[in-house]
């Protein structure tokens, strides 16, 4: 069932990606090309992506730009942002991809799941990437201390990082800066990683 749909409306995607908002367009585009750098040290090619929690599809009309060859799907909850921006409505705590992505993109989006759905999403990321998954959302602890409460969502669910580590190292291994591969993915040298 897709769930929270009227939160994600105009208002909110203007409160919190206009000006002062938790990150726009220009900052995603340096994320986004850190990454598939990054993926190409590793020689990991990035021919297909799936964006998920799209939103304003920063990713996806990253991708599209630069790297028109790359198969992008971006899927989103909101009713209002797939009709706005084109992404294919749907609830990742509910919807396991057929087959995998070389790029899996989760920016921002797993604090709005809920408890009892929330490993699902996780195990639908888990199984969707091939090789790289590139993760972020607020801890119990950043939204204490480090996040600008002025321009973050506070109304989310607040998990701790061991938390989140608990579920998602039974698959994956940690590099950093945001960044997870399959444990049996690409080889990382003992110290290029963060995770074992
Ligand atoms: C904070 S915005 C992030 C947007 C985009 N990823 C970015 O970082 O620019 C959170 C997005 O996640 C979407 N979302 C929330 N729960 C979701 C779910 N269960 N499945 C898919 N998308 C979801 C919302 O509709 C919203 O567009």
Redesign the pocket.
């Known amino acids: 069932m897709v769930?929270?749909t009227a939160r994600?409306d105009d208002r909110y995607y203007r409160r919190?990606?206009g000006k002062g908002g938790?990150?726009d367009r220009a900052q995603?585009e340096h994320l986004a090309t850190g990454v598939h750098h990054m993926a190409a040290w590793w020689g990991v090619p990035v021919r297909s992506v799936l964006?998920?929690?799209?939103?304003?599809g920063?990713?996806r009309d990253w991708y599209r730009t630069t790297h028109p060859t790359v198969k992008v799907r971006s899927?989103?909850?909101?009713e209002y942002?797939c009709a706005t921006w084109g992404h294919e409505r749907?609830?990742?705590?509910d919807w396991r991809p057929r087959g995998q992505f070389d790029l899996v993109?989760c920016?921002?989006?797993l604090q709005?799941?809920d408890d009892e759905r929330v490993v699902r999403?996780i195990d639908h990321l888990v199984g969707a990437t091939r090789s790289l998954l590139y993760l972020e959302l607020p801890t119990r602890d950043d939204l204490r201390h480090l996040v600008d409460r002025s321009a973050t969502?506070m109304e989310v669910f607040h998990r701790t990082g061991k938390w989140y580590r608990s579920h998602l190292e039974l698959h994956l291994r940690q590099v950093g800066a945001g960044l997870w591969v399959p444990r049996n993915g690409v080889p990382m040298y003992e110290l290029e990683a963060a995770g074992r």
């Open positions: 769930q929270q994600f919190f990606y938790a990150h995603v964006d998920v929690g799209a939103g304003m920063f990713w899927i989103d909850v909101s942002a749907r609830d990742i705590a993109v920016h921002s989006v709005y799941v999403a969502d």
